[in-house]
């Protein structure tokens, strides 16, 4: 069983810069893949972005260059920086260990 805790969203202007962290339980934290994805009002869930155990990351498109994903294995935690953040990111963010585990999610809002 993964508990996950996400962190860190908020209200912001667009070109501002936003950090989200997702705090995880279980022993085997280092054997698992995070990833990011995000749901915005009317649309599907979609990837944002992804690492692997091994700290190798993939991204959408919409955000390369954008966020960054990072992990913390000595402290059970996965991060998304978000820089350049414009009103299209504004969406649910939630937090997912693959196949089964999913955060509650953090509300990203961007105003124009």
């Known amino acids: 069983q993964v508990q996950l805790i996400e962190s860190g969203g908020g209200l912001v202007q667009a070109g501002d810069s936003l950090r989200l962290s997702c705090a995880a339980s279980?022993?085997?934290?280092?054997?698992?893949?995070f990833g990011w994805f995000r749901q915005a009002p009317g649309k599907q869930r979609e990837l944002v972005a992804i690492v692997g155990n091994s700290g190798n990351t993939n991204y959408a498109n919409s955000v390369k260059g954008r966020f960054t994903i990072s992990r913390d294995n000595a402290k059970n935690t996965m991060s998304l920086q978000m820089n350049s953040l414009k009103p299209e990111d504004t969406a649910v963010y939630y937090c997912h260990v693959p196949p089964f585990y999913w955060g509650q999610g953090t509300q990203v809002t961007v105003s124009s």
């Open positions: 279980g022993r085997a934290f280092s054997t698992y893949k």
